[in-house]
């Protein structure tokens, strides 16, 4: 197995603060909340289960016996599976993701700082396979312009609740609405918008979203939702077909994707499981130029306290032969 611990692992900083408790609301029971930086209102989300791999060590999370076993609601929803389900959670690759592009350290490199510079000063995004909204929201609330999509489940009975829980308005940031959003019902979260709009990877994007909400974006951000082998080629698909739409465009969008270890060194390949090696290798069979950028150890469970979750970046070739 390829090892992608070039650079030094990212560690979580000591003013990023989760936590997780019950309270009952209308989307579950399992509440989840995220200090932002530079003082910004924290960030509530509403989900259906716990986090996995999320929380670190001293941060309160719930347990299995307060939670409430319930039949899933959504079980016969059109286009939603099992897979489906666990957008209602929020995982480890989530927090790498906020961890790298909000809170700046003194060894970040150029690009990493770009990076942060380019999404507070109001970054087109579309994130892929948002779940309940963490990492778009949270995007937002520092200055970017967020469009959150998913299953059509995940979008009505999660994402549209949480962003409606976190809107608020920074008059320290006057911005007026921003027109490419329109069409996904933007809200104001901090300093930037956020809004969502359904998108089932398998079907072609131009059939479910208008053409200005993803031709001229800069970044596509889809985190630790290919873990299955059946989902990759599909997100893979979705993000190509954005890549192709800008190619003339004035925006040469990138992809950054975090994927968490779950094969292991010593049984190899697991059958049902997406390798970090595979989801590589499917990037660079597209002639995508693919680069890690961040990575830390996660703790899983008891057993299991050894597994990684890395971001990658990635964008086509021809992107970068285009500007010689």
């Not at 579950?28 to 909340?33: I, Y």
Request: charged content about 25%.
């Amino acid at each position: 197995m390829a090892e992608y611990h070039h650079i030094k692992p990212r560690a979580s900083p000591e003013d990023f603060n989760c936590w997780e408790f019950i309270e009952e609301g209308e989307v579950g029971n399992v509440m989840f909340r995220a200090t932002l930086p530079d003082q910004l209102n924290d960030i509530t989300l509403s989900c259906r289960g716990r986090s996995v791999g999320y929380l670190v060590e001293g941060e309160t999370s719930v347990k299995d016996e307060d939670l409430v076993d319930s039949v899933d609601p959504f079980f016969f929803d059109s286009g939603y599976t099992s897979a489906g389900r666990t957008g209602f959670q929020i995982w480890a690759g989530s927090r790498l993701i906020l961890e790298t592009l909000l809170y700046s350290k003194a060894n970040d490199n150029s690009h990493i700082v770009t990076l942060q510079e380019k999404i507070r000063n109001g970054a087109k995004i579309i994130e892929l396979g948002s779940g309940v909204g963490l990492v778009g929201i949270c995007l937002a609330a520092v200055g970017g312009e967020v469009i959150l999509t998913d299953l059509k489940t995940l979008v009505d009975n999660a994402i549209q609740y949480n962003l409606a829980l976190n809107e608020t308005k920074n008059e320290a940031c006057d911005r007026i609405s921003p027109r490419w959003m329109d069409n996904s019902k933007p809200v104001q979260i901090g300093c930037g918008w956020a809004g969502a709009k359904a998108l089932d990877w398998t079907r072609p994007i131009e059939e479910q979203l208008s053409a200005h909400m993803y031709k001229d974006v800069d970044i596509i951000i889809a985190s630790d939702c290919v873990w299955l082998k059946s989902m990759l080629d599909s997100l893979l698909d979705t993000a190509a077909s954005i890549f192709s739409s800008c190619l003339n465009a004035k925006s040469k969008p990138i992809l950054l994707m975090s994927f968490q270890r779950r094969d292991t060194k010593e049984k190899g390949e697991n059958t049902m499981f997406t390798t970090v090696d595979s989801v590589v290798e499917a990037m660079k069979q597209r002639d995508w130029v693919v680069k890690c950028i961040s990575w830390r150890s996660v703790n899983i469970n008891d057993r299991d306290s050894s597994k990684e979750v890395y971001l990658f970046q990635a964008s086509p070739l021809k992107y970068e032969n285009k500007s010689n």
